[in-house]
């Protein structure tokens, strides 16, 4: 098969204006294509398909899609490069047009971006059905051409990337305990000599006095594990690293603060934040990329038994602070709590963490973007860029001391697990938690509740979890490689 792409008319009687590929093909076929685009009614608008059959004997079936707009760029309304997001669209819809074929091999128009053609091929192609006897043909993508080789490359290790995490959230939480996160995410960087991997036993968790990790982890029973990853990709495996922290919930069912039965399925996927980060040092590793990252992902299960923690309970973390439980389905930020006082052992050149943290993220923001808190705008200048390139956008959240109060005003510890005036700002709030375990000068918190799972708001991913947002963290790497704080 093959997918060409066809920008949008810029004249009402204007002739169909093909990519450089299109054109080329259209050529071959000595303009049966133009010729038939035009009988086939109404321009193709972004995003639709005609499907055409017999033109030419090495592409029985040519799907053509529709890019709209020719040298759309960034749309500073949308806050991300149009020109990329048609290109990774329209790519998506005619890779899964020619799988709907039960063709086993499509080549791809370039669209004049290779990377997006990439990602978009790969992305949107990708499907969890590893469990099913009845499976969709599989479809490798290709590149229609060769001037663009390493940019499709690249495209491809950055899907890749976003499609392990999509596998780790999708995969049920019996098949994704935390041992079994931290052995596939081991078995995927075996083969770099540069990277080393420490699946830390509880034992280890303990003699670090991680308290408030392990007072999540007890209520289960699976016991938890502290993943954490090197890649040593700087000049000087001396220099300061990027510190990633995920969190890495493999199921949460609330704990003693039960969550609704209705929808918990989908906390097989509270490992997100784990997910995302260990999927994007993967990709940094396969990239090359030139600098130093540590992975920090705490591991377990969040369950209700005669060990769990309970509403009220007093937990001391890492740093020495008392936290009183309320809410034992705020437990993310427990484990988070330990993680980010490890991650100053570290004289990092930034610590970023992420997690599926807070409902209150997915009614603020949905699924258009994540929310970021920091208190660094070199930290964020380098987010926001980095997610204009790859349309999983980010947007900047308030750390204001008026959400701090409201965790430190605590009758029974020095902080709460959840702020005074219960769910008001609750994604601020937690944020404000996390701070108070955090001393470093470039610190950055994603929370990616919002787009943790895709119902048809990003056209080029299929309906589950999206594995978002793992291009932004890579491209966010990628751009630290080349700069440092002042």
């Known amino acids: 098969g093959l997918v060409l792409g066809v920008y949008s008319r810029e004249k009402d009687d204007g002739a169909a204006q093909f990519t450089s590929a299109g054109d080329a093909f259209d050529r071959l076929v000595s303009g049966k294509l133009r010729a038939l685009l035009s009988l086939c009614g109404p321009p193709l608008k972004k995003g639709k398909t005609r499907i055409f059959h017999g033109l030419h004997q090495d592409f029985p079936s040519v799907v053509v899609v529709g890019l709209g707009k020719?040298?759309?760029?960034?749309?500073?309304?949308?806050?991300?490069?149009?020109?990329?997001?048609n290109v990774r669209t329209a790519v998506a819809v005619g890779c899964r047009q020619i799988q709907d074929l039960e063709i086993p091999c499509v080549e791809v128009d370039p669209c004049g971006d290779a990377q997006a053609a990439a990602e978009g091929a790969v992305l949107g192609l990708h499907e969890y059905n590893e469990l099913k006897q009845k499976k969709k043909p599989v479809v490798t993508p290709q590149l229609h051409g060769s001037a663009e080789s390493e940019a499709w490359q690249k495209g491809v290790i950055y899907a890749e990337g976003q499609n392990l995490a999509r596998y780790l959230m999708e995969a049920p939480a019996n098949y994704i305990t935390p041992i079994k996160f931290a052995?596939?995410?081991?078995?995927?960087?075996?083969?770099?000599?540069?990277?080393?991997?420490?699946?830390?036993?509880?034992?280890?968790?303990?003699?670090?006095?991680?308290?408030?990790?392990?007072?999540?982890?007890?209520g289960s029973a699976e016991p938890p594990i502290?993943?954490?990853?090197?890649?040593?990709?700087?000049?000087?495996?001396?220099?300061?690293?990027?510190?990633?922290?995920?969190?890495?919930?493999?199921?949460?069912?609330?704990?003693i603060?039960?969550?609704?039965?209705?929808?918990?399925?989908?906390?097989?996927?509270?490992?997100?934040?784990?997910?995302?980060?260990?999927?994007?040092?993967?990709?940094?590793?396969?990239?090359n990329l030139p600098l130093n990252i540590i992975g920090l992902?705490?591991?377990?299960?969040?369950?209700?038994?005669?060990?769990?923690?309970?509403?009220?309970?007093?937990?001391?973390?890492?740093?020495?602070?008392?936290?009183?439980?309320?809410n034992t389905d705020a437990e993310g930020r427990l484990l988070l709590a330990d993680a980010l006082c490890y991650a100053h052992n570290f004289n990092a050149k930034a610590i970023v963490n992420a997690a599926t943290l807070t409902g209150a993220m997915d009614v603020a923001l949905g699924s258009a973007a994540t929310g970021v808190f920091t208190n660094s705008s070199w930290l964020w200048t380098h987010l926001y860029e980095a997610s204009i390139l790859t349309g999983d956008r980010v947007w900047r959240m308030p750390l204001f001391e008026h959400y701090t109060k409201?965790?430190?005003?605590?009758?029974?510890?020095?902080?709460?697990?959840?702020?005074?005036?219960?769910?008001?700002?609750?994604?601020?709030?937690?944020?404000a938690f996390l701070k108070e375990f955090v001393t470093a000068s470039h610190w950055a918190h994603l929370d990616i509740?919002?787009?943790?799972?895709?119902?048809?708001?990003?056209?080029?991913?299929?309906k589950g979890m999206a594995g978002r947002p793992t291009r932004t963290l890579?491209?966010?790497?990628?751009?630290?490689?080349?700069?440092?704080?002042?």
Request: one cysteine or more; a negative charge.
């Open 70 to 85: 020719k040298n759309a760029g960034i749309n500073e309304q949308e806050n991300w490069n149009e020109g990329k997001e």
């Open 183 to 218: 052995e596939h995410i081991e078995q995927k960087l075996r083969s770099f000599s540069n990277v080393k991997v420490h699946i830390r036993p509880e034992s280890w968790i303990t003699t670090q006095e991680m308290g408030a990790f392990l007072s999540v982890a007890k």
């Open 226 to 255: 502290f993943l954490e990853i090197h890649y040593l990709g700087g000049a000087n495996t001396d220099d300061s690293p990027l510190v990633f922290v995920g969190k890495g919930v493999t199921f949460d069912s609330g704990g």
């Open 257 to 287: 603060s039960l969550k609704p039965s209705s929808g918990m399925d989908a906390m097989r996927a509270d490992m997100g934040g784990a997910a995302t980060v260990c999927s994007a040092i993967v990709t940094a590793a396969a990239l």
């Open 297 to 326: 992902a705490p591991l377990c299960e969040n369950m209700p038994s005669g060990k769990a923690n309970k509403p009220g309970d007093v937990v001391r973390a890492k740093n020495g602070k008392t936290i009183q439980v309320d």
């Open 406 to 431: 409201q965790v430190t005003d605590c009758p029974l510890a020095d902080v709460s697990n959840v702020g005074k005036y219960s769910r008001a700002g609750g994604a601020c709030t937690a944020a």
């Open 449 to 462: 509740a919002g787009v943790m799972s895709n119902k048809d708001e990003v056209p080029y991913l299929r």
């Open 474 to 486: 890579v491209e966010f790497a990628a751009r630290l490689s080349q700069d440092s704080p002042n």
